[in-house]
């Protein structure tokens, strides 16, 4: 039996549009593209031309920092449009597929045949490095590092949040694969987050070579932070590296099979999709695929990811590299008559402002209103009641506004990335954009100490 742990700050947001327990596979889409906006600083270097035919694992991009890094089509075809901002800042690599599924050859084998630099090379070669995320910073992993853990999550607390149990039946093979060669990599431990209160599918229990503890309580319990916090702290000068279990999927993909595979199960959730589920398709596919004739009206916000921590994505775009989910609710473009004043009964509030608070197992459904204007920070002492870090998290946030390092240092900030304050962010009273204020203070670190 595993390890339980149990989480009591927190928030539990029941949201109506729940994935429904249905699998389908989407048809292939008429374009693919890969975002460089989904790497947190990276700067792109372009390694393909428009008209250039690639296979799926070809590279499309790499960093200029870290060229060893590279960004790999996920389907064979004909680069179709390099889309460029401001500043001809790279948008996208959009590719039209052929068809045909064509996929790059690489390195293939079992862990205990390869060594680690041959594990790195064909990670970094293949496009799957990326999938390697870093704390601190919560960027992604540097090939020269040898991290202390990898943690994995197995549950998602967040609201709407997708099943794993359920995404992994069937994949026991693939998942163990990929946990043998991410032993290569580390001395330490590879932890696994699960579900205290799921039935744990047997990907997760029969896995070999880590180790298996169950989180219970609410939001952010499904967390990585929250299981790194609990389990193995980050010191300054130490580095973790996190990933999710699909993402192991596709490591070990990679090495039983020599391709790079691209295919992802996507949860479609929220209370504006008119029938939810879990679709099989392939990583950066164009929403069309997945939203056509399912979304009820137009005025509704399309988020890549879940409601906390999502990116805002129009109907036109395109599936992101780690987004496990599409979620579509209401917009809040629109006003309330009589506002606060008014029972709210079928309003969620954290603050008992509204009667809904009688009901505590009702599902909710809301839009993108943030129901006030923005006004000074204030201390309320409410983001100590949803943080469950041992580290003050309104302080930590006052340390990277005025760029004091010295003071983030001492409150914890090696330990944190954005995903940990969004419940802060969803509580504040001031309307403040929190989650962008810790972004901004890990990229401050990043640029100081490298």
Not at 341 to 361: Q, V
Not at 411 to 420: N, P
């Amino acid at each position: 039996m595993s390890k339980v742990i149990k989480i009591k700050k927190g928030l539990r947001i029941n949201l109506a549009g729940k994935a429904g327990k249905t699998m389908a596979n989407i048809p292939t889409a008429a374009l693919y593209a890969l975002k460089p906006s989904d790497f947190i600083g990276v700067v792109p270097k372009l390694l393909v031309k428009e008209g250039d035919e690639v296979k799926a694992g070809s590279p499309l991009f790499c960093d200029k920092v870290k060229p060893e890094i590279l960004f790999t089509s996920p389907v064979s075809g004909t680069v179709k449009e390099i889309l460029r901002g401001d500043r001809r800042k790279i948008l996208s690599i959009t590719v039209e597929p052929d068809g045909k599924g064509q996929y790059k050859s690489f390195t293939r084998g079992a862990a205990n045949s390869l060594n680690r630099e041959t594990i790195v090379e064909n990670l970094l070669k293949s496009g799957l490095w990326p999938s390697l995320k870093m704390r601190p910073y919560g960027i992604i992993a540097r090939p020269q590092d040898k991290p202390k853990s990898i943690f994995i999550s197995g549950m998602d607390s967040a609201p709407l949040g997708v099943d794993y149990n359920f995404i992994m039946k069937g994949l026991e093979r693939e998942f163990q694969a990929g946990i043998d060669i991410l032993s290569k990599l580390t001395d330490g431990k590879i932890h696994l987050g699960v579900d205290a209160k799921a039935e744990t599918c047997a990907a997760f229990t029969g896995a070999q070579n880590l180790v298996l503890t169950s989180y219970q309580g609410p939001h952010p319990a499904g967390n990585v932070g929250t299981h790194i916090h609990k389990l193995d702290p980050i010191n300054k000068g130490e580095v973790v590296w996190t990933l999710d279990p699909q993402q192991v999927v596709a490591i070990g993909h990679l090495f039983t099979e020599g391709r790079y595979d691209a295919t992802r199960i996507i949860a479609l959730t929220g209370s504006e999709v008119k029938n939810t589920g879990y679709f099989k398709m392939v990583s950066g596919a164009h929403l069309s695929t997945i939203l056509a004739n399912n979304v009820k009206g137009s005025n509704v916000r399309i988020i890549g990811g879940n409601v906390l921590t999502g990116s805002l994505l129009d109907s036109d775009d395109f599936l992101g590299y780690y987004e496990p989910q599409i979620t579509v609710i209401p917009e809040g473009n629109h006003y309330e008559f009589m506002g606060w004043i008014a029972p709210g009964f079928n309003k969620f509030s954290f603050s008992h402002t509204f009667f809904s608070w009688l009901t505590p197992n009702k599902e909710y459904i809301v839009d993108t209103n943030i129901k006030g204007g923005h006004r000074a920070l204030m201390i309320t002492g409410n983001f100590e009641k949803v943080f469950p870090f041992n580290i003050l998290p309104m302080q930590l946030l006052k340390a990277i506004i005025i760029e004091d390092i010295d003071l983030m240092e001492q409150l914890g900030i090696y330990e944190v990335t954005e995903e940990d304050f969004a419940l802060c962010e969803f509580i504040d009273t001031s309307k403040t954009e929190i989650q962008s204020i810790v972004r901004k203070g890990l990229d401050l670190m990043v640029k100081e100490m490298s």
